[in-house]
Nanobody
Framework: QVQVVESGGGSVQAGGSLRLSCAAS????????MGWYRQGPGKQRELVAS???????NYADSVKGRFTISRSNAKNTVFLQMNSLKPEDTAFYYC?????????????WGQGTQVTVSS
């Protein structure tokens, strides 16, 4: 069984920083891409950032230059450093991991963590 657990959300004023963490555990053979989606009030879920096992990254235009995604393959963990936060970054942030538990490949999701940015 595989679990994906986020941590690090919270409330911050505009211009502040937060760091999200997400750890995958359980029966894991390998992990391909990991990343973060978010869903703000009244908005569709959108991809924030992703990172492959080799370290290639992809960011939404709205967060480029402010957010940095990184990962520890040894610890099956992905991080999202969020700087210069804006009120429009307020959302529920979901971590995902493309995991091979044995045979096959499946996407596993965390339970989500709330990020609130006040002006």
């Amino acid at each position: 069984q595989v679990q994906v657990v986020e941590s690090g959300g919270g409330s911050v004023q505009a211009g502040g920083s937060l760091r999200l963490s997400c750890a995958a555990s359980g029966s894991i053979f390998s992990i391909n891409a990991m990343g973060w989606y978010r869903q703000g009030p009244g908005k569709q879920r959108e991809l924030v950032a992703s990172i492959t096992s080799s370290g290639s990254t992809n960011y939404a235009d709205s967060v480029k230059g402010r957010f940095t995604i990184s990962r520890s393959n040894a610890k099956n963990t992905v991080f999202l450093q969020m700087n210069s936060l804006k009120p429009e970054d307020t959302a529920f942030y979901y971590c995902y991991a493309q995991i091979q538990p044995g045979t096959g490949l499946a996407t596993y999701w965390g339970q989500g963590t709330q990020v609130t940015v006040s002006s």
